[in-house]
Structures are given as structure tokens and as C-alpha cells.
């Protein structure tokens, strides 16, 4: 016997009908306060009114006195000699005996450990193109630097997970966590690695402890978010099923949740790996070595060659984890089991000794062979293609074709008719307008207390001083148009790649190479194409920014249980249909959560985006660095927190509305 199901697609309800709704909802106190704040901003809006000076908090100059204190204490107080110098040492030994671990097998035995740990998470096709990316990095020269920064990256991975996941698990399971961790998390990866590098050089010294703690504070919260996504997301009828059979919360936990969300947590473990890589080139300024340090060198000569060398090693590299420690193995039947010996060899446990004493036996023979660098006779340039191909795009793209125009005046177009125009609208506003508006929109999405958070949020900026409003104001504009423009990108691409297995195919190692790219690394390609400015800048945070989107649209979208669109498909819903009544409205959260990545990635990029004249914040940040004014570097970094709060909550609320559609399984 079938059951029919009820799928309402949306509210017919007349438009008074609408009104008296909207009155209900909100309240007669509420209307008031709307109606209040809209007039507030029609009123102030040609003043033209830069924070006053009595709003500012003199973050700047406290921050600088709280600098000059540690530097002459670090020696002599106890937190820094019983706390921080253990846990930098700690740190230290951890990537000392893995980069120790990797020169002992040698080369060939790092290839034959990396198809090993491929074969047995991927299969054959992982094993095989981990070992031919990784010694791609050999191939171009940059053998020692790739383990270098391999065991930097396995080292604040593993603390990353090990960190990540309990912490996403019980936001999974509690309400209350997920909120009071939303905060911690947007702080810890919005805040620019600029901004939190000098403190933690000052508490932990240079070399790999502060590299290390830089990359776990940036590569945290995604295994926390897509950890506790993937948890929530575990359908209630497993649940109760578990439940019905009488599972302890433990087990639970343990052998229905944990096993139905393991998607979202190995995409979480992708994306930990992915941000680790991308913040390497940031770590090097505290003189680690590795890639990262000959990315920044090719950058310092303006040199596209040599900067992009090494970033393609970062790229394969990356890959090749990602696929050795990401792999989805899946078992086929034998037609005629093995039996005696070649059953036990077969066994999981035997497999892995066997792999283990072939790895051993290959660091044994490449010692023996005196194998101990990789060959450089093997080596192949690739620093003087890339410059002649910079070259000649920069030749024949930027004037571009007559009447046609080329890339300058794509720039140049862009520039006047869409950035100049919202950041202008910004920044001559009066700045209590802003406040209102920016309320409003906080009260509209969720009611009066995200309205209070995102004013409270906006009043900080302002008490950051009137040069930290006019740079928030730029940064704002340019959020914005990059984030339209992203998800504008990503959206439909990720609903492509989770409708077609081919597009996920191909979308999957041209997504790896574009977020595993160090940002640095587009800049200077870019430079050539653009000139300096704040759309190279766009461009690059773009390409950075839009892989997580695409990623979370395509696993919000194959979430989705497979009830309801059977339900609207026996209604005869069209393919249409089916994806913007059925799939894209269960898939809400995910898509929203994919949103605020790509904010808080964007948000992460305007530092970098400052170094090739982007402006706003990120010069703020890039000026306290390199000259070591850690409270104007500071104040920027705040003020960007700040913005990325607001920002998150409005997307957020967006995607947990108490009246959004929502269709019930059949």
C-alpha cells in the first residue's frame, strides 16, 4: 500500500493575507524599530559623518605597549618558559623525526610508502598517481624542500584532526556548542595569518613552532565545521533505528552517525590538508625552508618563473596526499576465492605487513644504492617556459586587439563602473548609516538580536578610529563584489558536478590544483595580465575562494535522501522541478555553509590581495607586519574579524529560517 505525501512548494496565501503574516512575525514593536532604522538611514545618509572621535577605543597604541612587554619578558616570565617553550619544543621534535623518517627511506622509499598508503585507501589508480606526483616534485628540482614542507604539513594536520574532529563532533551533538564555537572559529580562520604570526613568533620564537601553530589555528575550522555538518545531517530514522535496538550514546555515535557522516568528515579532512598547503608560503617568513620559501624568493625577483616552479610542486604535492589519505577503496568480489597462503596474504593485516616490509626492503636497496638524493640529471626546467609564456600573455593580452580592447581595459572598465561606485556608496554614507542598514538587514534575517550583533560589530570597526572605517568601507565593497561573483561561479558548477559523475571527474584535480595553489602564487601571472590594482587582487581571491563552494554545493546535493525526490518525481515533477523544489531547499544548510567559506576565504585573501594594490584592510595588515607595527597590524586584523562575523551570521540565518520551505520524506 503507498502512502501519498504532501509536498508544499509555496505559500498561496493572498498578499493581505502576506502582510498580516509579516505584522505577526515581526510585531508591532518591530515594525517600529524597522520603520525607525529606515528612517535613521534616509535622514543621515547626506551628512557624510566619519566616526566621532570619541568612539575610539585606542586599540592601536595598547596593543603596541602589550608587544614591548612580552619582548622583554620572554626570557625571564614563567609563561613563557613553563608553557609556550615546551609546547614549541614539542613541535620541534614532531617534524624533526618526521622530515627524519622521509631522508631514511629515502626517495624511493617515500615513493614506494606513498603508493603503499594509496593502494591501501584508493586502490591501484591512488597508489599510482600519488608516486608519480610526488616524484613530479622531484622532477622539477625541489625534492628536499617538498619533505620539508610535507612533514611541516603532516605534523599540523595531525594536530589539526586531532583537534578538529572531537571539537566537531560535539558541536554535531549540542545546540549550544555549535554557537559558542561559531565565534571561535570565524575569529580563528578569518583573522589573517598576518595578523596572529608575529604574536605567535613572539611567544614561540621562529622556525617550525610557529609555522606549525599558524597553519593548525587557519586549518581547524573546517574539519570542526564539515565534521559537525556531517553529523547533523546523519538522517533521524538511522537514528531511532540505532536507538530501537537499544545502542548506548556511545555506540551511537560510533556505529551510525560517525560511519553515515564519514563523507563530510573525509571532505573535512580533504579541506584540512588543502588550507594547511595554501598557508605554507605565509609560514615561510619565520624561515622554515621548504616550498614555500622558493615561492616567496621567485616573488621578491618579480620573477614568474621561479615563484611558479615551486608552486607546482606545492600542487602536486598536495594532490598527491589528498589522494593517498582521501581515497574511497571499494572491494570487488573474486570469482574464485583464494584459499591456504593466499587467503592469509589477502587478510587486511597481512596486506599491511607485506606493504610495510616492501617499503622497508626499497629504503634498504636505495641505501645500499647510495640513492639518497634525488637524481638531478632528472631534472626538467620549467622556469623559462613560464616566463616566456608571461611574457608573451603579457604582450599580446594586456593592449589587447584593436577596437576589441584587452585585459587593461577590462580592468580599467571594471574599475570605474563597479568597484569605484560601491566603495564610494560606502565610504560617503555617514557611518551610523551603515550601522542601521547593516541592522536592518541582521534584524530582517533573524530578528532583533542578530540586528544588535551586526551593530555592535559595525560600532567596533568605527571605534577602531576614523582610517580603520574609510579602509573597512573599501574592504566591504570589494567582499562583496568578490563574493557575488563567486558564488555566482560556484553554485552552478557545484549543482553540475553533483548531477554528473563525468563533470566530478574532471571538476575534482582542477578544484585540488586551484585551492592547493598558494595564493602568492597567482598574483604575479595575474600582475602581468592586469598591472596593479585591486582587479588582479579580485581575480586571484576569486580562483582561491570558489573550490569549498563548489565542494559543499556538490555534497549538500548528493545529501539529500533519496525519499522526498522519489515522492516529487511520482508527482511528476520535471528534472527542474525536482532540483529547485525538492533538492536545493533540503540542501539549504549546506549551500549557506558554503557561502560563508567562501567569505571567510575571501576574507583570508585580502592581506594578500593588498601586496598587488588592493588596498583597504590588507595594506593596514601588510604595514604592521613588515615593519613591525603589531597594533595598526592588529587593528586591521580585528576590523576584518568584525566584518567576517557579520557577514556569517546574515548567511547563516539565511539558511535556518523558520520559514523556509522545508519537505517532509514521504
Not at 622531484?138 to 617538498?146: E, H, K, Q, S, V
Not at 574609510?470 to 552552478?492: E, K, R, Y
Request: glycine share 8%; proline share 5%; hydrophobic share 55%.
Amino acid at each position: 500500500m503507498t502512502v501519498a505525501a504532501t509536498i508544499p512548494v509555496g505559500n498561496v496565501a493572498a498578499p493581505r493575507r502576506a502582510i498580516s503574516t509579516r505584522v505577526k512575525r515581526y510585531g508591532i514593536p518591530g515594525i517600529a524599530v524597522l520603520a525607525g532604522l529606515i528612517a535613521l538611514a534616509i535622514a543621515g545618509y547626506a551628512t557624510h559623518q566619519a566616526p566621532p572621535t570619541w568612539l575610539d577605543a585606542h586599540v592601536k597604541p595598547e596593543v603596541d605597549k602589550f608587544y614591548n612587554w612580552s619582548q622583554i619578558h620572554n626570557t625571564t616570565n614563567w609563561v613563557f618558559i613553563d608553557i609556550f617553550k615546551p609546547i614549541g619544543d614539542a613541535i620541534h621534535t614532531a617534524v624533526t623525526k618526521t622530515l627524519w623518517v622521509f631522508r631514511t627511506l629515502r626517495w624511493p622509499g617515500v615513493l614506494a610508502m606513498t603508493a603503499l598508503i594509496g593502494y591501501r585507501t584508493g586502490g591501484r589508480r591512488a597508489a599510482i598517481t600519488g608516486a608519480v606526483l610526488l616524484a613530479a616534485c622531484g622532477l622539477l628540482g625541489f625534492w628536499d624542500d617538498t619533505l620539508i614542507t610535507v612533514s611541516l604539513m603532516l605534523v599540523a594536520v595531525a594536530i589539526s584532526l586531532v583537534i578538529g574532529i572531537p571539537l566537531g563532533i560535539w558541536s554535531g551533538l549540542s545546540q549550544r556548542a555549535e554557537k559558542v564555537m561559531r565565534s571561535t572559529l570565524d575569529t580563528a580562520q578569518v583573522m589573517p595569518a598576518y595578523v596572529y604570526l608575529l604574536p605567535v613568533v613572539v611567544f614561540f620564537g621562529i622556525q617550525e613552532p610557529p609555522a606549525v601553530i599558524v597553519t593548525v589555528i587557519f586549518a581547524v575550522p573546517p574539519a570542526v565545521r564539515l565534521t559537525s555538518l556531517g553529523i547533523r545531517n546523519v538522517a533521524e530514522t538511522s537514528t531511532e533505528v540505532g536507538t530501537s535496538f537499544g545502542c548506548t550514546p556511545a555506540q551511537l555515535l560510533f556505529k551510525v552517525r560517525l560511519p553515515l557522516a564519514r563523507r563530510a568528515i573525509l571532505l573535512g579532512i580533504n579541506q584540512v590538508i588543502m588550507l594547511a598547503f595554501g598557508i605554507v608560503v605565509i609560514a615561510s617568513f619565520v624561515g622554515v625552508g621548504g616550498l614555500g620559501q622558493s615561492v616567496l624568493d621567485g616573488l621578491d625577483k618579480n620573477d614568474v618563473g621561479l615563484s611558479f616552479a615551486p608552486g607546482l610542486a606545492l600542487v602536486f604535492a598536495a594532490i598527491a596526499i589528498d589522494r593517498v589519505t582521501t581515497g574511497q577503496r571499494t572491494s570487488r568480489p573474486r570469482l574464485t576465492p583464494a584459499t591456504g597462503w593466499r587467503a592469509k596474504l589477502r587478510e587486511p593485516r597481512s596486506e599491511a605487513a607485506v606493504g610495510v616490509a616492501a617499503v622497508v626492503v626499497v629504503a634498504v636497496i636505495a641505501k645500499i644504492a647510495k640513492a639518497d638524493q634525488f637524481p638531478t640529471s632528472w631534472n626538467i626546467d620549467v622556469v623559462k617556459p613560464a616566463n616566456k609564456v608571461a611574457t608573451w600573455v603579457a604582450d599580446n593580452f594586456r593592449s589587447g586587439i584593436p577596437i576589441v580592447g584587452g585585459t587593461a581595459s577590462f580592468s580599467d572598465f571594471f574599475t570605474i563602473h563597479v568597484l569605484d561606485p560601491v566603495r564610494d556608496l560606502l565610504q560617503h554614507a555617514a557611518w551610523f548609516v551603515v550601522v542601521a542598514i547593516v541592522a536592518l538587514v541582521g534584524y530582517v534575517s533573524a530578528g532583533w538580536r542578530l540586528a544588535l550583533l551586526c551593530g555592535l560589530c559595525l560600532v567596533g570597526v568605527a571605534a577602531l578610529g576614523v582610517g580603520e572605517w574609510a579602509l573597512a568601507m573599501d574592504t566591504l565593497s570589494q567582499i562583496l563584489i568578490i563574493t557575488v561573483l563567486s558564488v555566482a561561479i560556484a553554485i552552478p558548477l557545484g549543482i553540475w558536478t553533483a548531477r554528473n559523475r563525468a563533470v566530478e571527474a574532471v571538476m575534482r584535480p582542477l578544484l585540488d590544483a586551484a585551492q592547493v595553489m598558494p595564493a602568492f602564487v597567482y598574483l604575479i601571472p595575474v600582475l602581468f595580465l592586469f598591472n596593479i590594482g585591486r582587479v588582479p587582487g579580485i581575480i586571484a581571491t576569486i580562483v582561491y575562494a570558489i573550490p569549498p563552494a563548489i565542494r559543499l554545493t556538490a555534497l549538500g546535493l548528493r545529501e539529500v535522501p533519496y525519499t522526498p525526490r522519489e515522492a516529487a518525481i511520482s508527482f511528476g515533477a520535471t528534472k527542474r522541478q525536482e532540483l529547485f523544489k525538492v533538492q536545493l531547499p533540503l540542501a539549504a544548510r549546506a549551500i549557506m555553509l558554503a557561502i560563508n567559506q567562501t567569505i571567510i576565504l575571501v576574507l583570508s585573501m585580502v592581506v594578500i590581495a593588498a601586496l598587488i594594490g588592493a588596498g583597504g584592510l590588507g595594506l593596514e595588515t601588510v604595514y604592521g607586519f613588515k615593519k613591525k607595527a603589531i597594533g595598526q597590524g592588529m587593528a586591521g586584523g580585528i576590523a576584518l574579524v568584525l566584518l567576517a562575523i557579520v557577514l556569517d551570521r546574515i548567511t547563516q540565518a539565511w539558511g535556518t529560517r523558520k520559514d523556509a520551505r522545508r519537505i517532509p520524506a514521504a
